[in-house]
């Protein structure tokens, strides 16, 4: 089983600030990468596939890079919408695991 | 766009088998295109995946339920289900359905249901 593990478990940043969140495998996935927004009460949303490529209708100030066993989730100017819980998910065979998730936090 | 919709009892006894059956709108599960799978989340923790399923009947599952787990797929219904055996209070969660865009081996999960919470208690 490849583990997912994200850093930090807590982020707080203040509105407009930049938001850098880590994931680490414990072995390559190659690109094989996504990120998940999940809100209170709601189910989780497909932020990012493929690493760094944005899903259908999320902004432009999300983005994602990294490759192998090192991946970034970067939000450039946070928006009050943006404090949730992010959790990243490998997929590059089919035992899917998830990270355990960052939560970011107003500051 | 597609929407998925989760229903079933909320409540489970210890050593019985929880039962789900997701709903899918606004598109075919017969596509070539989809996986359909499910995923749960204990309160105030992470996410689970559980298992997978083609429209064909194919199906991946999680090693550490598979014994217990059993996903199928009506395709005259637009529906797939999950099965999960012998429950404990570990299982209590919410339970989401999503669909899964086919890769070549594992995928992500693209739409997601809103979820039903499963309490497992007597």
């Known amino acids: 089983e490849i583990v997912m593990t994200q850093s930090p478990a807590t982020l707080s940043v203040s509105p407009g600030e930049r938001a850098t969140l880590s994931c680490r495998a414990s072995?390559?996935?190659?690109?094989?990468l996504a990120w998940y927004q999940q809100k209170p009460g709601q189910a989780p949303r497909l932020l990012i596939y493929?690493?760094?490529t944005r899903a259908t209708g999320i902004p432009a100030r999300f983005s994602g890079s990294g490759s192998g066993t090192e991946f970034t989730l970067t939000i450039s100017s946070l928006q009050s919408e943006d404090f949730a819980v992010y959790y990243c998910?490998?997929?590059?065979?089919?035992?899917?695991?998830f990270g355990g998730g960052t939560k970011v936090e107003i500051k | 766009q597609l929407q998925l919709q989760e229903s079933g009892p909320g409540l489970v006894k210890p050593s019985e088998t929880l039962s789900l059956t997701c709903t899918v709108s606004g598109g075919s599960i017969s596509s070539s295109s989809y996986y359909w799978g499910w995923i749960r989340q204990p309160p105030g923790k992470g996410l689970e995946w559980i298992g997978s399923i083609y429209y064909s009947g194919s199906t991946y599952y999680n090693p550490s339920l598979k014994s217990r787990v059993t996903i199928s797929v009506d395709t005259s219904k637009n529906q797939f289900s999950l099965k999960l055996s012998s429950v404990t209070a570990a299982d209590t969660a919410v339970y989401y359905c999503a669909c899964l865009p086919v890769a070549v081996a594992g995928t992500f999960f693209d739409y997601w249901g809103q979820g039903t919470l499963v309490t497992v208690s007597s």
């Open positions: 998910q490998q997929y590059n065979n089919w035992l899917l695991t």
């Open positions: 493929g690493a760094s």
């Open positions: 072995q390559s996935v190659s690109s094989n």
